[in-house]
């Protein structure tokens, strides 16, 4: 009799054990389907305006990031973009400390005008906490090698108002450095939108 209990025990627990690691992939692939992987992100170096040390974008793996591009002189898409980032990182915050597990990144392509000190009070019209929303710069040629690495156009500056021209994406990559999906800037981007995928991707 112990010997058959035993059996039926060793079946039972072989079978749960079989049906979570089913639940597991599920959700997995369910993950991939919905937000299918597009390309590697890029690995880089740039400099934070809060510390003014220099940060790698490998350090933040395992947190679901939002990469744009911007300039603190931009007089429409950038300063609306940040305010769409305020509010999804708002609506993260409501949703059980997701806030926690996610890094927005927002790097300058005009480090010439965007030092430390004005990224910083840049930041802090946004209300940006540095623990979980960084405002990145770089040389010159450290920005155009983050900007050929996601395969973005060239951007030109134009010589009569000091505005740039520029086709530029915000990228939400997933925790192994996986672009998963992309978004234009400022109207183009919807709130709901953003906070539910990077809650999927943090609850995958």
Known sequence: MNAI???WYKAVVSILVLAIIGVISAQFVKARSILPVIERAPDFTLTSSATGQNIHFSDSTHKVRLV???YTTCPDEC???SFKMSQV????QKKNNAAANVLFMSITFDPTHDTLQVLND????????????MFLRGTNDQI???LDGFGLPP????????TYTHALKT???DGNGNVRKTYGLGEDMNVQEITADIQHLYNS
Not at 89 to 92: F, I, N, Y
Not at 126 to 133: E, G
């Open 68 to 70: 744009t591009f911007f």
């Open 5 to 7: 209990k035993r059996h």
């Open 79 to 81: 300063p609306l973009t």
């Open 155 to 162: 951007i030109e500056k134009n010589t009569d108002n000091g």
């Open 89 to 92: 990182m708002a609506e993260l």
């Open 171 to 173: 990228y939400l990559i």
């Open 144 to 146: 155009q090698q983050v």
């Open 122 to 133: 840049y930041g802090a019209k946004f209300h940006a906490d540095p623990s979980n929303w």
